[in-house]
C-alpha cells in the first residue's frame, strides 16, 4: 500500500465512499415499492406511532443504542414524546418506563441480541406494538415484531468488517426520516420547534428591534397607485412575503402574499392597482422597541411588522429574524 494511500485523509474518504454506498443501498431500497418493501413499512411506522396516545420506547444494545438515544432525543425535540430504555436495566425495574399506550422502536443489526428479550417479550404480553430497525427480517427480534424496518445489507467501513460503520449510519438517518416525516404529519412548524428549544431566549427577547430589523433597499416598497403585478416582483425579490404601500414618502398601506392569493383566487387581474389590495393602517413597530415586543405583534397571519421611527419607514423585521436571535 502506497503512502497516499495509507495517508489519514485517504483512509477518511474510504470512510464516506463506503458509507455513503450504504446510504445509496437505504434510498434504494426506499424507493422500491409493493406492500413487502421498506417505504410500505416505514408509512405503517409513522401511522403507528402518530396513532398511538403514549410515548415511543427506543430500545439498543451497545453501537445501535447509542443511535437509539440519539433517535430518542431527536423525537422528543420535534415534539414527539420518547425515552431511551437500556435493554439490559428493563428486566431490573426499567420495564416500568414502558406503558401499554407507548410503541417500542428496537434496534438491532443482526436481530438476535439478547439483551432485548425481556422488553420484547414485555411488550408482546401487553399487546404494545413492536417496530423493528434491522438487517434481519426472519431474525428473533424481525418474527416478533408487528412492523419491520429492514435495512439493506452492506458493507462497514472497518477494513475487517467488524466495527458498526455504515450500519449505524444507516440506522442513524433511518432515525432522523422517521422523525422528520412524523413531523411533518403533525404539522410542527418553526415556532413549535423553538418551544422545545429555549436556551438564550430570555436575553434574545432583550435586544432590541433595531438590531435585527433589515434596514435601506431590503424595505420591499410599491407606490400605491402601481400595478399588482409590479408589486410581486418587488414582494419575490425581498423575500419577506408583503410589500409596504407608499403614496410619496408616506406609507399608506401593506400587501401581503395572502392578499396576493385572495387577488387570484377572486379572479382578478395583476393589472389591479396596489391601493385597491392593500391593507390599510398596517401593523408597525420602532426600532427602540424590544424583540420581545415584535414577538407579541408578530401572529400566524402577520409575520413580519414594518419598523417605523416618526413618520418615516426605517426598517422590516420578520418571524424568521426572531428566530434567528433565539427569542422565539
Known amino acids: 500500500m502506497t503512502d497516499e494511500l495509507r495517508s489519514p485523509a485517504a483512509s477518511a474518504l474510504r470512510t464516506f465512499d463506503t458509507e455513503r454506498r450504504g446510504l445509496d443501498a437505504l434510498e434504494a431500497a426506499m424507493r422500491r415499492t409493493g406492500d413487502d418493501g421498506l417505504a410500505a413499512a416505514f408509512a405503517r411506522a409513522v401511522e403507528a406511532i402518530a396513532g398511538a396516545s403514549g410515548r415511543v420506547i427506543v430500545t439498543g444494545m451497545g453501537k445501535s443504542g447509542h443511535v437509539g438515544r440519539k433517535i430518542a432525543a431527536t423525537l422528543a425535540s420535534t415534539g414527539q414524546p420518547a425515552y431511551f430504555v437500556h435493554p439490559a436495566e428493563a428486566s431490573h425495574g426499567d420495564l416500568g418506563m414502558v406503558q401499554s399506550d407507548d410503541v417500542v422502536l428496537a434496534l438491532s443489526w443482526s436481530g438476535e441480541t439478547v439483551e432485548l428479550a425481556a422488553i420484547v417479550t414485555f411488550a408482546r404480553r401487553f399487546a404494545i406494538p413492536i417496530v423493528a430497525v434491522t438487517a434481519a427480517a426472519d431474525s428473533a427480534l424481525g418474527r416478533e415484531a408487528d412492523i419491520r424496518l429492514v435495512l439493506p445489507n452492506a458493507d462497514e467501513a472497518c477494513p475487517n468488517g467488524l466495527a458498526p460503520t455504515t450500519s449505524t449510519t444507516m440506522q442513524l438517518v433511518l432515525g432522523d426520516a422517521l422523525a422528520i416525516a412524523l413531523l411533518e404529519s403533525r404539522g410542527f412548524t418553526a415556532r413549535d420547534f423553538r418551544v422545545l428549544h429555549p436556551g438564550g431566549q430570555l436575553g434574545a427577547t432583550l435586544r432590541y428591534v433595531r438590531d435585527v430589523m433589515h434596514r435601506g433597499e431590503r424595505v420591499p416598497r410599491i407606490d400605491a397607485h402601481a400595478r399588482m403585478a409590479e408589486a410581486v416582483v418587488e414582494m419575490s425579490s425581498k423575500g419577506f412575503g408583503c410589500v409596504a404601500a407608499f403614496e410619496g414618502d408616506k406609507l399608506v398601506g401593506i400587501v401581503t402574499d395572502g392578499d396576493l392569493r385572495r387577488l387570484v383566487k377572486a379572479g382578478h387581474s395583476l393589472d389591479t ?33 414594518l419598523v417605523v421611527e416618526g413618520d418615516r419607514v426605517v426598517g422590516i423585521v420578520h418571524f424568521h429574524d426572531l428566530m434567528r436571535v433565539g427569542a422565539v
Not at 391601493?275 to 401572529?299: C, F, H, K
Open 273 to 305: 392597482p396596489v391601493q385597491g389590495v392593500m391593507t390599510r393602517n398596517p401593523r408597525t413597530i420602532g426600532p427602540d422597541a424590544l424583540v420581545a415586543e415584535a414577538l407579541e405583534r408578530i401572529s400566524h397571519k402577520i409575520s413580519a411588522l
